[in-house]
C-alpha cells in the first residue's frame, strides 16, 4: 500500500475479499492497481497488483502472477525459475547472497510464541560448542 501510495497509481475498489496470512490472521483488501508496468532483471511484466497493509516487501508476486506465465522450472541448485513470456525465454536469479542465520531452540519457541514466525524454511540440528544445543537456520532476507 505504501508503495502504490508513493507511485501515485491508478486504483479501483473492488468487493472486499479476505485473506488468510501465516500467522493465521486475516488481511483484507477491497483496493487493485490494474495494469501496473515491472521490470524484474531487465524482464518487463504488466500485472494487476492487489493492496494489502504488509510490511517487509514492497510487493509480493504470488500465484496470480505465476499462473500467467505459464509452465515454469525452478532451479532451487542455482536458485533461478525460468518460463517464457510473451514468446521469450525469461530465466530470473536470486541476485543477493542466501546467508543463513542460526536460531536457538529458545528464540525460535519466542518467535512461534508471539507469532513472528509461521514455520521455518529448513531445519537441522547444528553442533556448535555445545552439541546437544539444537539450531534451526533460517533464510536471512
Do not use: C
Not at 477491497?30 to 494487476?48: A, E, K, L, M, R
Not at 536470486?94 to 543463513?100: E, G, M, T
Not at 513472528?116 to 546437544?132: A, K, L, M, Q
Amino acid at each position: 500500500m505504501r508503495v502504490a501510495k508513493f507511485l501515485d497509481l491508478t486504483s479501483s475498489a473492488i468487493e472486499p475479499l479476505n485473506v488468510m496470512v501465516g500467522n493465521d490472521g486475516v488481511m483484507v483488501y477491497n483496493h487493485y492497481h490494474p495494469q501496473v508496468p515491472i521490470s524484474i532483471q531487465g524482464h518487463s511484466f504488466t500485472i494487476d497488483l492487489y493492496a494489502l497493509p504488509i510490511s517487509g516487501a514492497d510487493i509480493v508476486l504470488g500465484v496470480h502472477w505465476l499462473r500467467q506465465l505459464g509452465p515454469i522450472t525452478t532451479d532451487y541448485t542455482t536458485l533461478s525459475m525460468s518460463f517464457t513470456y510473451l514468446g521469450q525465454p525469461v530465466q530470473l536469479v536470486v541476485d543477493i547472497p542466501v546467508r543463513l542465520v542460526f536460531a536457538s531452540a529458545h528464540q525460535l519457541k519466542h518467535m512461534f510464541q508471539n507469532t513472528s514466525i509461521f514455520r521455518p524454511f529448513h531445519t537441522h540440528t547444528h553442533t556448535r560448542s555445545n552439541p546437544r544445543s539444537p539450531h534451526i537456520t533460517f533464510p536471512e532476507p
